[in-house]
């Protein structure tokens, strides 16, 4: 055994997984060397969850990231000789109409983001699966790049390992258990372990399902949980003996039944002769908190393994035996069978990056075992390049909010998160209904007399709509759709519509505090900013305004869009709810890398914001301020801030809007919240929900939303949000950004579409929820660019102005023509769409008051 060395480049606790392996093969690759990789298990890992992984991959799911990831970690895999591509079905019993749907939506999710699903029928399935009652099913999905790692994950761990030492790269110290870190003034120093202390520049925690217990070293938590997942045994199964094979038949997904099956191949096999069936607890899973895992001599079995009991699977298992009767025939191998620990999630994203607390502390914990090489690769990239090649925003560890790093709030949505691993279908705008009303603003109360229908983002409860405006459904109504069909109306309310039009007619004030606010002060404060915007902020004449802007990162890709406010003494930055943490931290450190003096100091919960925003905007706002006259155009223009007073109450009121009508942004402190809102309201002006400003209106004017349509795929110019000239002082992507600009035409734009025609094959107007391929309706093929971007909707909803469905996506360049034909796939149904705008350009124009068509 190698001397147990006091120094190392970069230490990775839990190297025996498939993912602390993956991640030190991939720094090597990107040519880092002097690791040192620890684990308190054997290596490959003999007690994490690799070590009883099922090991399957799947490459349906409605998230991109996770699409891509699966399918780079298939080719990995396979390159090493390691992955059986047997294909895997996904069916829908008859009956349940809501999992055939469901299936449909996962093939246009395949389509989009660039896997092979496709629909099948009950003959085929029972083709391809023979076990299966074809007269139980009335169809599916298959997946043909679906499979197993063979002979094991663990296999492929071990020899990851194996190969990086053998490189003189890698030191493996096995049965190491990590007992506390090195931090010095915020910074990782180094690891204590029972062997010794090693010193490191970098510490990457792959420590699974004890990534918490680490993570608690630091003094932060990690939102993720250990649950148990049943996994049994049938057999002996002799289907495949003397063919050498570690699988024989497709991996099979019953989701309505929260359930999969498998055979485990030739009985001479390392895990052969058997049929395996698991099983996702629906109803009450049994989550372990990682400080209540037993010790490896302590454990009958394992420590990521615990014993099974029949009473959680004998409804399921009788479902089951109804569709795949050999389970009844074959018998039941109780010993055989375990609860396997694996991880979930507050939000159904791994927890990936950067510690908020401890800079060069390394987090990559909530993986499985289908993405495992792909997550190893952005940790690599991403600590080698500080960027990834793929938009990271989802499983970045800087998007949660310090509310979401607590016990409880992780305990809560860990648990509905394992009620829903694989059913019921999630909508793309479900609620959560645990770790609710962790903010209100100061006009909450108000907002429940009124009858809000609330959701909640970044722990805020915000009213999409209220019930005392269902009166506007009257005057509107004809211009505000039923939606007939559940699945789209599912989390919407009709009335938030007829709030849109009202709002446009005449006036409304809506509660934006949600928005992210930190302040950047000290001696280099405008320095760091000129540096990390693309906007000019330093210069005398920038004070006092608000200056729209963006980070850009080294390649020029759009990393944030936001809106600063330099004042005398500091600079405020207003953010979204959902990108707000990410910038904060992002800011926080560029400040620390570069070496300036900046304090930075997150103010989110001291300041609310209401926007009054429509043609009457001015008119109403005058009738509650102590000067009016200075809200007049001249003296107030566009962009400008000034400090007024509301009933009493002090305001920084910022000329700006985000629905394209006139008005302010009206910023106050909290404890002044209350009397600014009923000042405006005594003028009788409506209250309307964030529907209208995050969503329809939105649309009508082609914004583009952070994480969602701009994204760091894509640069400034093809989201057609380039400043007319680029400031002489250098920024980040500066010089990307320059050439970017200097070519003919760019690979790909941000296109506005809308849906030309929305009615169904039985006649139901449709109005479109989540992510949908946009296609060329001569081949039926997405649209892919030069670059391999493939194109689907990045938003879309329904515009009540101009009566249709809208929705942004990325084309390339050679579908960049207004009017352009093209499809889209809904539910397993295409719709013609057609090209309203390339780049930037409003459907709705607020000067003239009427749409464009």
């Not at 690791?35 to 099922?54: E, N, Q, R």
């Not at 690769?377 to 790093?405: C, E, Q, S």
């Not at 019921?424 to 006009?443: C, I, L, M, Q, W």
């Amino acid at each position: 055994m190698a001397e147990f060395p006091a120094r190392a480049k970069v230490v990775i606790v839990g190297l025996g997984g498939i993912v602390g392996a993956s991640v030190a093969h991939h720094l090597i690759e990107r040519g880092w060397d002097d690791i040192v990789g620890i684990d308190k298990s054997g290596v490959p890992t003999d007690i994490g969850s690799t070590a009883h992984a099922s090991d399957f991959c799947y490459m349906t799911s409605h998230d991109f990231l996770s699409c891509w990831s699966s399918l780079y970690s298939i080719d990995f895999y396979s390159k090493l000789g390691h992955y059986e591509r047997i294909g895997g079905l996904e069916v829908a019993r008859v009956g349940d109409d809501g999992r055939m749907d469901e299936i449909k939506r996962k093939v246009a999710s395949a389509k989009a983001f660039g896997t092979r699903a496709r629909l099948v029928g009950p003959a085929e399935i029972k083709k391809k699966f023979p076990l299966i009652e074809e007269d139980k099913v009335q169809g599916g999905l298959w997946d043909p790049d679906a499979g197993l790692v063979i002979p094991r994950s663990q296999t492929v761990a071990g020899k990851l390992v194996n190969q990086a030492e053998a490189a003189g790269k890698l030191k493996v110290f096995a049965h190491t258990s990590a007992k506390s870190l090195v931090i010095e003034n915020g910074r990782i120093k180094g690891v204590v372990t029972e062997k010794g202390t090693i010193m490191a520049d970098y510490v990457v925690v792959c420590a699974g399902l004890w990534g918490r217990l680490i993570a608690e070293m630091a003094g932060e938590d990690l939102p993720v949980m250990p649950v148990d997942h049943p996994l049994t045994f049938f057999g002996p199964y002799t289907e495949f003996a003397n063919t050498g094979k570690e699988i024989g038949w497709p991996l099979l997904r019953d989701q309505g039944n929260s359930a999969y099956m498998r055979d485990t191949g030739d009985p001479k096999t390392a895990e052969g002769g058997m049929i395996e069936w698991g099983y996702y607890e629906e109803k009450n899973p049994r989550l372990v908190h990682p400080r209540d895992l037993l010790e490896k001599e302590q454990a009958r079995l394992s420590p990521s393994q615990r014993d099974l009991e029949m009473d959680q699977i004998i409804e399921p298992l009788e479902r089951a035996i109804e569709l795949t009767p050999i389970l009844a025939e074959l018998g039941y191998e109780e010993k055989r069978s375990f609860n396997g620990l694996l991880q979930v999630t507050t939000d159904g994203g791994p927890s990936i990056g950067e510690s908020q607390k401890v800079r060069g502390l390394w987090y990559a914990v909530g993986i499985w075992v289908k993405d495992g090489p792909g997550m190893g690769k952005l940790v690599a990239d991403w600590m080698t390049d500080g960027r990834t090649p793929i938009d990271h925003n989802r499983i970045d560890f800087a998007r949660f909010y310090p509310h979401m790093l607590e016990e409880k709030f992780i305990e809560g949505r860990c648990g509905e998160a394992a009620r829903k691993i694989y059913n019921p279908a999630v909508h793309p705008r479900e609620p959560y209904d645990t770790g609710r009303n962790v903010k209100r603003s100061p006009f909450y109360e108000r907002e429940v007399e009124l009858g809000g229908y609330f959701m909640e983002l970044g722990g805020w409860e915000r009213a999409h709509g209220y019930k005392a405006n269902e009166h506007l459904l009257e005057k509107y109504g004809d211009r505000v759709p039923v939606r007939a069909n559940e699945w789209d109306n599912r989390h919407f309310w009709r009335v938030s519509n007829a709030e849109h039009l009202a709002m446009s007619e005449d006036c409304g004030i809506v509660n934006l505090s949600h928005f992210y606010m930190f302040d950047v002060e000290g001696p280099d404060h405008v320095e760091l900013m000129e540096w990390i915007c693309a906007a000019k902020i330093g210069g005398d004449a920038n004070i006092g305004k608000g200056i729209y802007t963006h980070f850009l990162d080294d390649e020029g890709m759009v990393r944030a869009d936001l809106t600063v406010i330099r004042m005398a003494d500091r600079i405020r930055v207003i953010d979204g709810a959902d990108a707000g943490p990410r910038d904060f931290h992002y800011v926080r450190r560029m400040a620390e890398d570069k070496g300036m003096n900046v304090k930075v100091t997150d103010v989110s919960t001291q300041y609310v914001t209401i926007g009054i925003w429509g043609p009457n905007a001015r008119t109403t706002l005058q009738k509650v301020v102590e000067d009016p006259a200075g809200l007049e155009p001249a003296a107030f223009p566009f962009a400008a801030i000034k400090q007024i007073k509301i009933g009493g109450k002090p305001v920084t009121a910022f000329r700006i809007s985000y629905v394209g009508e006139q008005g302010w942004e009206l910023h106050m402190r909290y404890e002044d919240g209350l009397a600014v809102w009923d000042a405006l309201r005594s003028t009788g002006v409506m209250a309307f929900g964030v529907e209208t400003y995050a969503n329809s209106r939105r649309m009508e004017k082609s914004l583009r939303l952070q994480n969602a349509d701009l994204l760091t795929e894509y640069n400034l110019i093809e989201s057609d949000l380039q400043r007319p000239k680029v400031k002489e002082p250098d920024f980040r992507g500066k010089a990307a950004n320059i050439r970017h600009r200097a070519l003919p035409n760019q690979v790909a734009m941000l296109c506005t579409l809308v849906m030309t025609e929305n009615t169904d094959s039985k006649g139901v107007a449709r109005y479109p929820v989540g992510i949908l391929p946009v296609m060329d309706p001569a081949t039926g093929e997405t649209l892919v660019d030069e670059l391999g971007r493939r194109s689907f909707t990045t938003s879309i909803a329904y515009g009540p102005t101009i009566g249709k469905n809208i929705a942004l996506a990325y084309l390339p360049w050679s579908y960049c023509q207004v009017g352009r034909k093209l499809i889209v796939e809904y539910f397993g149904e295409t719709y013609p769409v057609e090209v309203a705008g390339v780049g930037y350009k409003p459907l709705y124009d607020p000067e003239n008051l009427k749409p464009r068509t």
